[in-house]
Every structure is written in C-alpha cells, then in structure tokens.
C-alpha cells in the first residue's frame, strides 16, 4: 500500500532553516505529484507547495513564496520542503500529500488522496 513518512521536523529560531523529507513506498514515484500542508494549532489545515509529477510545475502559497523551495527526486522515491528564513507563524505540523497525476499541471489541491503521519515544526522567536 502507499506510504509517506515524513521527517526533519524539529525546533528552530526564528530566520533559521529546515528540510523536511518526505519518503514514499507502493507507489510508481515518478508518476505522482506531491505537495506540502501544514496544520497551525486551532487552525485549519493549509496548502504550502506543490510540484508536479514531472517536476516541470510548482507552486506555493503567497505567506511562504520566496522563502520555500519544493523539489522531488525520483531516483530516492522522496520528495523535500527546503524551508528558510523561518518565522514563528510558520509553527505548524507539516504533512506530506501525494496524487496520481501523470498529466497536465498540479492537482486541484482538494484531490490529494495519500497523506503521511506529519512532522512537527517550532519556530520560536
């Protein structure tokens, strides 16, 4: 069956810098695309990043747009948020999602259908 894990979570000042991985099992990778949500506590969830399953198509949210990076490697079925320039408001679980999708650009973001466990990231000032 299909499996995200997620990883590289952690506590970090403020303008300081994480990766977060996300390592997929059952699936035919290449085939995928993948995003990154995030749950902020009493808030709901939101979309962070998306890239598409051929790499050639990414988009983020405007609250982290220049400060993230999406990216995906085929080759270690994995794909990573490179996330810099921290802010305390980026304080949330950070949750992998992927969707068959081997044509056309990104999917709709409410078609993400395989999801991982989460990472926690805190971001103090």
């Known amino acids: 069956q299909v499996r995200l894990v997620e990883s590289g979570g952690g506590l970090v000042q403020a303008g300081g810098s994480l990766r977060l991985s996300c390592a997929a099992s059952g699936l035919t990778f290449s085939s995928y695309a993948f995003a990154w949500f995030r749950r902020a506590p009493a808030k709901e969830r939101e979309f962070v990043a998306a890239?598409?399953?051929?790499?050639?198509?990414?988009d983020y949210s405007d609250s982290v747009k220049g400060r993230f990076t999406i990216s995906k490697d085929n080759s270690e079925k994995s794909a990573y948020l490179q996330m810099n320039m921290l802010k305390p408001e980026d304080t949330a679980v950070y949750y992998c999602?992927?969707?068959?999708?081997?044509?056309?650009?990104?999917?709709?973001?409410?078609?993400?259908?395989?999801w991982g466990q989460g990472t926690q990231v805190t971001v103090s000032s």
């Open positions: 890239i598409s399953w051929s790499g050639n198509t990414i």
């Open positions: 999602a992927a969707k068959f999708h081997n044509y056309g650009e990104i999917p709709p973001v409410n078609q993400y259908n395989f």
